[in-house]
């Protein structure tokens, strides 16, 4: 019998603190829905950023500018959206129950800008007149005059090979060709500048020897 009254008291022991404390109202859970309004014309505003502040939770306002989401009665919700000031939105402290819809309200935030002042363009008399009154350096209008001479620019694309986009359409011109003039036979290219291409370079590297 001793040992059964022993039992019974070690278990109200235990039992009695649990419903004795009192669970303090900001550690509940609140359905927090709303709309995301502008301030000054009280139109709603989508898309905008709401999340609790210190984490990572949170959610967006929709195209009407209507969110809802949970969160507990101590969190700090803020709002933020591009052009708008951030706002913290506070639950009240004599909140009760479990739901709670609210309408928040952003101002618009205000950038300034540096200055800039825009000038007309020269007209083509004044360009000419500068220009033609520029200081170059020398030696940079020798490198110029240089760069510019015909040897070199004829040697340069005389050794530039065609690119992608050339190759695929000679490419897709000489199947073309073949298809039109399939069963027949294909008359001389004498337009085709390839063609010119690759005869003047054959005679260049002499595998084709005037006669």
């Excluded at 039992?7 to 235990?14: H, Y």
């Excluded at 005389?158 to 050339?166: I, K, L, R, T, W």
């Excluded at 490419?171 to 390839?194: C, E, M, R, S, W």
């Amino acid at each position: 019998m001793r040992k059964i009254l022993f039992t019974i008291l070690v278990a109200l022991g235990f039992i009695l603190p649990l419903f004795g404390q009192e669970k303090s109202p900001s550690e509940g859970l609140v359905q927090l829905t709303g709309f995301v309004v502008n301030a000054d014309s009280s139109k709603t505003i989508p898309f905008v950023t709401i999340r609790i502040q210190g984490t990572n939770k949170g959610t967006y306002s929709d195209m009407q500018g209507y969110f809802s989401f949970v969160a507990k009665k101590s969190d700090v919700i803020l709002f933020s959206c591009i052009g708008f000031e951030t706002r913290a939105f506070h639950f009240p402290q004599n909140l009760s129950g479990t739901k709670h819809n609210t309408v928040v309200t952003l101002i618009e935030d205000t950038f300034y800008l540096p200055e800039f002042v825009a000038r007309s363009a020269p007209s083509p008399e004044q360009f000419n007149y500068m220009f033609s009154r520029a200081d170059i350096p020398m030696d940079e209008l020798a490198l110029a005059n240089q760069n510019l001479r015909k040897k070199p620019l004829s040697d340069l694309a005389n050794g530039m090979v065609n690119d992608g986009m050339a190759n695929a359409r000679w490419t897709f011109n000489n199947v073309a060709d073949k298809a039109y003039y399939n069963g027949q036979a294909q008359p001389i290219p004498v337009l085709d500048v390839f063609a010119w291409n690759r005869f003047l370079q054959s005679l260049q590297s002499g595998k084709k020897k005037r006669k």
